[in-house]
């Protein structure tokens, strides 16, 4: 078999290995025309690395811009303090005050560790002799790693936050924390030591089996000689994997770096603005810049030792996004886009008393925990709030619909919709591990179910709240629950004619019977369209009201103690019955605190 048909049958082909040439192969295919590294910290290893950075400071024209576009200086102010790491032979490094020098430097992003794994920190007792010299054997290995990474690349200084911080100078703290952002952005690279879980452990964290690679000798049809290597199984993982990208304080450093040397368990791997790369010059996924609430949404999963800290860890990346925007940044969202930022479901319950207690009740910050926010998964809709801002520091003021409503004490099994998270554009994306409840409307003549409820705090009085309607939403014609009045199935005429019966006995049966057809439909599109499978019998009469175009998302509020004309948010809501929403209070003023 000659190697263009051997090259043709792995579905890839052969590229040049020289350097700073990018490699063509997919990034799903186990072939490369690069052997992975024996080593990650041999001269080989350090070669590539060097090769990665040059390739991007001379190509990328994309890499020498900020977050919000603007191109930089080509040399960089100098953080406050840095770590000037001298020579290769040197056995000492000193910290040193940078008084506005212009010089390239490095910056690494590390897990600290548990309180007796803390890494050497620079305090008020020991600045004057930080200043003069550090042993680099009274650095911790991951400091160690970085410094001799920093020396081999020709980089002649690094800013790590523990020892270019005081650490128990407060105002210092404060001051440095609200400069992390552009301190990060402006490093010429950020090294990341993803895998290790403490600064004990070091960049160069082996935990796996190194891939069994076969080498592929081939002669083209000019007779030059080529390889490719193929491993016989994958373990490499992704850029956003690792102990260090479950850290809160980490999550602006790997969005405002623009170029990133990140140390996984498999080995190293790049990242800059472009793309990513592995050992093996492989392109892999690479999500530099997000959408705010998609970013609130992948940070309120992270781990912080103090809740106090939750807003002040993304202030760097605030101050930097602040930049290209026009409106304001005030607890933790932005008051051009507050609707969208102040419509989120916890996914689990939060315990009392945890977040950030100085927050708001509608600030995502006030809860600890993961969160959904609705506003990532696009819809077609409309704000139904007329006027939304934030007043007296931190009240929610909201002209908009309000209606009286309680929420079920029993839990409702959801699992009939669980199916919406195969796509996200479909905008309900509603899974989550605490109990969801029925929501119910005040009627004239008795309770209905009008949506459902996703409350805060697992202990909540469920009488006495209110809906505060802020978005109306169109679904996609995709959406098993979308149903088109103007062309009916035989199951929507069905329906129709069950819902107008005079010979049903009560509202309740006709919605029961409504939702048992109603989840039939939606089994049958979510078949269709490979939806996760569905139980029929459960949460029925919910679906004999969801059978429409529209859903309107709302807050739960119910009054604030000591306060009868002050609100406080208390869950997130879906309603489903647009007769209901339709009766709400209009144009009211809701002031929550």
Request: net charge negative; hydrophobic share 35%; glycine share 4%.
């Amino acid at each position: 078999m000659d190697s263009d048909r051997l090259i043709l049958l792995l579905k890839c082909r052969v590229t040049s290995a020289e350097p700073g040439v990018e490699n063509s192969i997919d990034e799903e295919s186990r072939i490369s025309s690069f052997a992975p590294l024996p080593t990650d910290r041999d001269q080989k290893a350090f070669n590539l690395y060097a090769r990665w950075l040059e390739d991007c400071l001379k190509n990328h024209d994309e890499c020498r811009r900020t977050i919000t576009g603007t191109t930089m200086d080509a040399t960089p102010y100098l953080p406050s303090r840095v770590i000037d790491v001298g020579n290769e032979d040197d056995q000492t490094v000193k910290l040193v005050v940078s008084k506005m020098k212009r010089a390239d430097y490095c910056a690494l992003s590390h897990c600290w560790g548990p309180p007796h794994l803390q890494p050497l920190r620079t305090v008020k007792s020991n600045l004057a002799s930080h200043l003069k010299e550090i042993l680099l054997t009274k650095l911790p290995k991951t400091f160690q790693d970085a410094v001799e990474i920093t020396r081999k690349l020709g980089i002649g200084y690094i800013w790590i936050d523990s020892l270019c911080i005081i650490q128990d100078d407060t105002d210092d703290w404060l001051r440095e924390s609200e400069k992390m952002g552009a301190l990060y952005e402006q490093a010429i690279l950020t090294i990341s030591a993803v895998a290790a879980t403490n600064s004990t452990e070091g960049c160069f964290v082996y935990k796996r089996k190194r891939n069994q690679v076969i080498e592929i000798q081939l002669t083209s049809q000019n007779a030059i000689p080529s390889r490719l290597f193929c491993s016989l199984y994958e373990q490499e993982s992704s850029l956003n994997s690792g102990p260090l990208r479950e850290r809160a304080w980490t999550c602006q450093e790997y969005h405002l770096s623009r170029r990133m040397l990140l140390f996984h368990e498999e080995g190293p791997h790049w990242k800059c603005r472009r793309h990513g790369l592995d050992q093996r010059n492989r392109i892999r996924e690479s999500d530099t810049v997000l959408d705010w609430s998609e970013l609130l949404e992948q940070y309120s999963r992270c781990k912080i030792t103090y809740e106090t800290d939750r807003l002040i860890a993304l202030q760097g990346m605030a101050n930097e996004l602040q930049k290209g925007r026009n409106d304001e940044y005030r607890l933790g969202v932005w008051t051009g886009d507050l609707i969208q930022q102040v419509l989120w479901m916890m996914e689990v319950f939060a315990q009392p008393n945890s977040g950030l207690t100085t927050a708001p009740s509608w600030s995502w910050a006030s809860k600890s925990g993961s969160k959904h926010f609705s506003s990532i998964y696009p819809a077609t809709g409309n704000n139904m709030a007329k006027k939304i801002s934030i007043i007296d520091d931190s009240t929610l003021s909201v002209n908009g619909s309000l209606r009286k409503c309680s929420v079920s004490v029993e839990e409702v099994d959801f699992g009939c919709v669980r199916h919406y998270r195969w796509n996200t554009e479909h905008a309900l994306n509603l899974e989550r591990e605490a109990p969801i409840h029925h929501l119910m409307g005040y009627e004239e003549l008795d309770n209905n179910v009008v949506g459902i409820a996703a409350m805060d705090l697992h202990e909540t009085q469920n009488d006495d709240l209110y809906c505060l309607f802020l978005r109306s939403e169109e679904r996609y014609k995709e959406d098993p629950l979308y149903f088109d009045a103007t062309k009916p199935s035989s199951a929507t005429v069905e329906i129709q004619n069950i819902t107008h019966s005079s010979s049903a006995e009560n509202r309740t049966e006709r919605a029961i019977k409504t939702g048992q057809l109603q989840c039939e439909i939606c089994q049958s599109r979510a078949n269709e369209i490979g939806g996760d499978s569905m139980n029929l019998n459960t949460f029925s009469h919910i679906w004999g009201l969801a059978r429409g175009k529209h859903y309107y998302r709302t807050l739960l509020l119910q009054k604030a103690p000591l306060h009868n004309d002050m609100y406080t948010r208390v869950g997130y809501a879906l309603v489903f019955s647009a007769a209901w929403a339709e009766n709400a209070d209009v144009d009211q003023e809701v002031r929550i605190i």
